[in-house]
């Protein structure tokens, strides 16, 4: 075996100009490939640490049909009590999460005495959000970060709010709400800070704590419309799904089997509660399904690059050495070993692109960290790209590139192992 | 006794509809350790027979035995393990592999055809270097070295692996008077030596003349087939000149 790759070897640096295109075009394919997933990839993984950490928590729980209605914020679909008892228990022993938030959530008329708008606003226990969504708190643009971030009779209130309303740290508003038996009560609220809004859901909602919402709504028991968590580990965002959507409805009396179409989809487990993961109450699941989607065209790309150059070169590699293989062919050497031969070229060529592409990518990656650059999306600004790649990325890149070479060459191979030594001996 | 033996041998290619007769039945023997010729003019069916003869191609009809073994239809890959085991090739381009040095082109056969140990193999390939007086050029690639050189190197890989039989097709086509006289007192120095069998083909009056058995072949049928009393190759050029 030595001796084929020692063969395959000189004949690569026989035909030293071809051999380094094609290294080059597997090479470049390699580096896009990868440095396509460190940069896509962490760019997805920023998006969804921003959804995840500073709005939504990695699974939310509610009463079934409230996040279909969740634009109404529907005050009847609140969990009762009883309910949240039983959720807290479960939460408390199931294994992986770090925190949750209890969170009320309203629909009320902002006034700043003298104009009137409509406004979102959630009610949170203050340390029990920060816990859940850390980045919540860094949201605070204006105002105190100190904790707790609300004391009572104290707002949040988004920018876009602030500035349309003209309404400033320390400012005395009016939060004027109507309760589920539709009898209307006035709150007025100290505005503690200005948040800064962002992209997806909630992002430009308004935080009470939790007291002064259930006042506000007249609640005669401590109603909670969702419980936001946090887990330890975003990677066992799966199993800690199916578990909970498999335990939930057990406590509402509906047990059920997550059907697991459903799971993957993230859509609802249970019965009378539901348990969504982020993707399903976030749009921005879509472009990260989008995301993966450019990352496999990429791919195809790359394997497209390796089969056409590799495929090229053998090709021409086996026209160009008829005689030569009818040499080797008519002193015995036996069509296995021919076979092997060229496979071993196209296989080398695949191993060199893969191997040269994978340290440029990697050095690339690691030039990307250290220059930290910077970029906006949507109203978040200055977020720093940090590309990173797993090994299992690499080695699946890597290895696909191989074995594509290797096939590419089987044909070529092939066909060499396979020539009539005696035409071969006489091809012009 | 015979090393090779045809009996009604019968090549005939297909061109588009017509059959081309190569070879019409002839019958042949040559015997172990003989330095044999086929000879005649182009298209008269050397490079058919001698193809045979190395099993790179089958007889349409009759019967070709080569060492004891019916060759006549044998199998693809049976045929290139009888040639790796007992037959060696010298043809007329030289054809040595371009990115392998001398040494490596001889010890090519012990690598890939048969698998000889390192030591055995050196030992081996050393031997047959000195012999053709290749020795003190091992490193150097093909492009590297003369033709007449080239042919050297050739002869010594077709005697690598030890082989009986060693044909040879016009293997001094390409190569000037003198350095071809070099090369076929070469080649019966190794007969004499190894007691190995040397078939060639040729066109060249001066070179047949060098044959211990000389067949002239004619629109495909031996026309005639005679022993001939060859002058010692060293009186007109020394083997190692």
Redesign the interface.
């Known amino acids: 075996m030595l ?2 790759l020692k ?1 395959a070897l ?2 690569l ?2 035909f030293q100009r071809r051999t380094f295109l094609t290294a080059t075009l597997i090479t470049l394919g390699v580096v896009a490939v990868l440095l396509f997933i460190a940069t896509a990839g962490s760019f997805k993984q920023m998006m969804i640490g921003q959804f995840t950490d500073a709005l939504l928590g990695h699974i939310e729980i509610h009463r079934k049909g409230y996040v279909a209605s969740i634009d109404n914020l529907p005050l009847n679909l609140n969990m009762q009590p009883a309910m949240v008892g039983k959720i807290e228990q479960l939460l408390d022993k199931t294994p992986g999460i770090e925190a949750y938030s209890e969170r009320v959530k309203l629909g009320a008329m902002f006034s700043n005495f003298t104009e009137t708008t409509s406004v979102r606003v959630n009610g949170i226990d203050p340390g029990r959000e920060a816990a859940t969504t850390p980045l919540m708190p860094g949201r605070i643009v204006e105002g105190s970060k100190a904790s707790p971030l609300l004391k009572p009779g104290e707002i949040l209130i988004p920018t876009l709010l602030a500035r349309g309303m003209n309404v400033k740290v320390g400012d005395t508003i009016v939060l004027v709400a109507t309760n589920r038996d539709g009898s209307v009560n006035g709150k007025t609220f100290t505005v503690r800070g200005i948040m800064e809004a962002v992209s997806g859901p909630y992002g430009r909602d308004a935080y009470i704590r939790i007291e002064d919402a259930r006042s506000l709504l007249r609640m005669t028991q401590p109603e909670v419309s969702e419980i936001a968590i946090r887990l330890k580990d975003p990677g066992t965002l799966d199993a800690t799904y199916a578990r909970l959507s498999r335990e939930i409805p057990a406590l509402s009396g509906q047990g059920s089997t997550p059907d697991p179409a459903k799971k993957a989809a993230g859509a609802p487990g249970g019965g009378g509660l539901e348990v969504h993961t982020w993707a399903a109450l976030s749009p921005f699941s879509h472009i990260a399904e989008m995301i993966d989607l450019l990352t496999l065209f990429i791919k195809i790309m790359l394997v497209s690059i390796v089969i056409v150059s590799i495929l090229n070169v053998m090709v021409m590699a086996v026209y160009e050495r008829v ?2 293989i ?10 296995r ?1 021919i076979l092997s031969l060229f496979l071993t070229e196209g296989l080398l060529l695949g191993v060199g692109g893969a191997v040269i592409g994978t340290v440029i990518s990697l050095a690339g990656i690691y030039a990307l960290n250290v220059w930290k650059i910077h970029f906006d999306f949507g109203m978040q600004q200055g977020l720093v790209l940090s590309p990173s790649i797993s090994p299992r990325d690499v080695a699946i890149i890597a290895g696909v590139v191989v074995l594509i070479a290797l096939a590419a060459s089987l044909q070529p191979a092939w066909k060499a192992s396979r020539m009539d ?2 035409r071969a ?1 006489t091809h012009v | 006794m015979a090393l090779v033996k045809a009996e009604k041998l019968v090549k005939t290619y297909r061109a588009g509809e017509v059959d081309v007769p190569a070879i019409r039945g002839i019958d042949f023997a040559i015997d172990a350790k003989s330095f044999v010729a086929f000879v005649g003019p182009s298209g008269s069916g050397k490079s058919t027979l001698l193809n045979m003869i190395g099993c790179l191609d089958h007889p349409s009809s009759g019967k070709l035995t080569v060492m004891d073994a019916d060759v006549t239809r044998m199998a693809r890959r049976a045929a290139a393990e009888f040639r790796g085991e007992h037959i060696g090739f010298i043809f007329q381009d030289f054809n040595l592999i371009p990115v392998l040095t001398v040494y490596e082109n001889v010890e090519y056969p012990l690598i890939m055809v048969q698998s000889w140990p390192e030591r055995k193999r050196r030992d081996q390939v050393m031997r047959l270097l000195e012999a053709v007086g290749m020795a003190g050029q091992e490193k150097k690639r093909p492009d590297q070295i003369s033709g007449g050189q080239k042919q050297r190197v050739a002869i010594a890989r077709a005697l690598a692996t030890n082989a009986q039989l060693v044909l040879a097709d016009e293997p001094t086509a390409n190569l000037d008077h003198e350095t071809a006289y070099r090369v076929i007192g070469l080649m019966r120095k190794m007969r004499d030596e190894l007691g190995t069998t040397f078939v060639f083909s040729t066109h060249d009056p001066k070179i047949m003349s060098e044959a211990e058995v000389l067949f002239a072949l004619e629109d495909g049928r031996i026309a005639e087939r005679r022993a001939a009393t060859p002058a010692p190759p060293q009186e007109k050029v020394a083997v190692h000149a």
């Open positions: 001796n084929v063969i000189r004949n640096a026989r005689r030569e009818g040499t080797i062919a008519a002193i015995g050497t036996p069509p070993r030594p005696v001996l």
